[in-house]
């Protein structure tokens, strides 16, 4: 076993002078593909909360030759299987977090030779039997492996991990700073790939349905759509999942050239065959038999060989398609980089105070997710001039959070950002463009909802991704904190709540077992809970507004899908009515009634795609699928109107 290791080339595992391995195998910065680190079940969530992964100090030969961008993985030793994929978000180095996986932080860390991380794409871990192979010349012993990894190695548990992509879930994943590659180098390697860079806008629609994991969100029905348990759910960003199926597809053509180019050989071998079989022929019968025997064969052929030809030109035709479509949404996406405010039709660097919107002609939209990251942006958005206006942001990107409006301000509490969630509270003043912390909530909670009632705001149920929350709390100013309330008859994740004459109604959401089409009702002064009629249908991560007396309920998930369907609740009457059906599915959206007509805005709208429409409905009219394209892909969003 030595002498073949030995003979590996750069593979080569030094022995030490004791004569037995080192830990490492020596490899140059040039010459390191990747790195594995390693962990147990008690250490992963320090790992990946901290974003930080550590080897002891002697390891520090190889971790000094880490630069970011670097693909890293995280071996657990606990369950022996692979995580990834993750990259180098700093140069290795010594004691960056001195204290990190200690008992309580007061002692120094046996793990000094330490790296910042952060996802390149988040994919399900393999069990060691899966990546053995790949890195068979690292083991020396039946359990136990060096970390580093040459380029090939590298290359092949990319591979492995990329065949099983977890997409993004319901819940947002916690994004980390993007790898940006420069747009020129990224386009120079690409058309060192074979990719052509000066590619148009084509039709998406026909390319292959297993490539369709790229921005794809989980709704399955035999799962439940708001509490996966895949909380720790991270992904890249778009950007780079777009620039890795490039590459993708680019070697997917590049193969079905040869392809096509070996089938034409075999046909005109084959037309040669024939001719050159027409030159011999004798008046040996033999011959001629033979020769006769050769035409039937190759008469058989041709049209197998025909029809292969025409599925290959085919799939090449799907993989161009695919290639242009994903170079313009990158390109798409290169362009949105800019701090520009975005209209219809036109792109301008204005500022807040060049942009005077009528305060009765505007929304703001607060945070959400974009298809690419979780935003920490406040927009003031206009939907008669169709332009976005960026405002201050909030002081962390926040998604599924709940708001309120109280004494002039706009209230933001809990949501997060991916697996992390807040219980922290932000105050936006509208008059100064600022935004201040207020008194935290008393737990964490993401997708929960919030009213204001007698000047006070509640924050409604909610979830932390383990469990549904029925309970209620009240924010006292006074007091200076969050006082618990009587408590909702039941759980309710992914709720939607309005105020309605003094009195708050929480519809609908995930109880943890099944999606709810219950409705009830509290009146501060009665401090109960009480039932009211019921939807007709289920519903969570819907939204709930006021128009004319009447409460609407758009959209949502229904325990199978993104509905289009609205219901009204008249409380004079004390009954649910159909309403008009919107014109796209659509769940996880923001909505604001302004003036005299609702706007829904974004969302999810099936398990492809994020929604990048806007629609206005008006008592009468039913909904218009309007044209309106400033705000783009937005979903976890709140909407707010003074």
């Not at 750069?10 to 195998?25: E, F, P, Q, W």
């Not at 019921?534 to 949502?556: D, F, I, Q, W």
């Amino acid at each position: 076993m030595d002498a073949r290791r030995k003979q590996n080339g750069n593979k080569v595992h030094v022995l030490n002078k004791a004569s037995s391995y080192s830990n490492y195998r020596n490899l140059g910065k040039s010459q390191l593909g990747g790195v594995i680190f390693g962990c147990k079940t008690a250490s992963i969530d320090e790992c990946l909360n901290i974003q930080l992964f550590g080897l002891p100090g002697n390891h520090m030969a190889y971790v000094k030759n880490i630069e970011p961008g670097l693909p890293l993985f995280l071996f657990n030793y606990s369950t022996r299987r692979l995580h990834g994929i993750f990259e180098a978000a700093s140069p290795g180095t010594l004691n960056i977090n001195p204290y990190a996986w200690t008992a309580d932080g007061s002692n120094r860390t046996r793990y000094p030779a330490q790296v910042q991380i952060r996802v390149r794409l988040h994919c399900q871990s393999v069990d060691e039997e899966q990546f053995k192979a790949i890195i068979h010349d690292n083991y020396y012993s039946s359990k136990h492996f060096w970390f580093e990894l040459d380029h090939a190695q590298t290359d092949g548990l990319l591979s492995l991990l990329s065949s099983v992509v977890i997409a993004p879930s319901t819940f947002v994943p916690k994004l980390t700073k993007e790898r940006r590659i420069p747009l020129t180098a990224q386009r120079r390697e690409l058309e060192n790939e074979g990719v052509d860079t000066a590619v148009t806008n084509v039709d998406f629609a026909r390319f292959s349905s297993s490539n369709r994991s790229l921005d794809k969100l989980n709704v399955d029905s035999n799962r439940s759509f708001e509490t996966s348990s895949e909380w720790r759910t991270e992904v890249e960003s778009e950007k780079d999942l777009i620039y890795m199926k490039l590459k993708e597809l680019a070697l997917n053509r590049k193969r079905l050239d040869q392809s096509s180019s070996v089938d034409n050989n075999v046909v005109v071998d084959g037309e040669n065959l024939e001719q050159e079989g027409l030159l011999q022929v004798t008046d040996d019968h033999s011959g001629i038999a033979h020769l006769k025997k050769k035409v039937e064969e190759f008469n058989t052929f041709k049209p197998e060989q025909s029809q292969k030809m025409e599925y290959l030109q085919q799939k090449l035709v799907e993989a161009e398609a695919a290639i242009k479509w994903l170079k313009e949404r990158y390109m798409i996406l290169e362009s949105r980089s800019s701090s520009y405010v975005t209209t219809g039709h036109e792109t301008a660097r204005e500022t807040f105070t060049e942009l005077n919107f009528d305060i009765n002609e505007f929304m703001y939209l607060i945070g959400g997710y974009d298809g690419t990251q979780s935003l920490s942006s406040l927009d003031c958005y206009s939907p008669s001039l169709d332009i976005v206006k960026s405002l201050q942001p909030m002081s962390s990107a926040r998604s599924y959070a709940a708001v309120a409006k109280l004494n002039g301000e706009i209230y933001v509490f809990g949501g997060g950002n991916g697996s992390l969630c807040y219980n922290t509270v932000e105050a936006y003043n509208p008059a100064k463009n600022t935004w201040n912390s207020r008194p935290s909530l008393n737990r964490l909670m993401g997708s929960l909802a919030g009213a204001t009632v007698n000047d006070k705001v509640f924050a409604l149920g909610g979830g932390n991704g383990h469990e549904s929350f029925s309970e209620v709390e009240m924010l006292d100013l006074d007091a200076g904190r969050w006082i618990p309330t009587q408590s909702m008859r039941h759980k309710r994740f992914a709720l939607a709540a309005v105020e309605h004459n003094g009195a708050i109604y929480a519809a609908g959401g995930f109880d943890g077992k099944g999606y709810l089409k219950s409705v009830e009702r509290l009146d501060p002064r009665e401090h109960s809970w009480t039932k009211v009629a019921s939807m007709t249908s289920p519903r969570s991560c819907h939204c709930l507004l006021v128009m004319n007396e009447k409460l609407y309920a758009l959209g949502g998930y229904d325990g199978k899908e993104m509905v289009t369907s609205t219901e009204i609740y008249d409380p004079r009457v004390g009954s649910w009515t159909t309403g008009a059906a919107m014109n796209t599915k659509r769940g996880y959206a923001a909505a604001a009634l302004l003036k005299k007509s609702l706007y829904i805005i974004g969302g999810v709208e099936n398990t492809d795609n994020l929604a990048d429409t806007i629609e206005c409905y008006e008592e009468g009219q039913g909904w218009n699928l309007t044209n309106l394209k400033a705000v783009g892909h937005r979903c976890f969003a709140s909407a707010v109107v003074f």
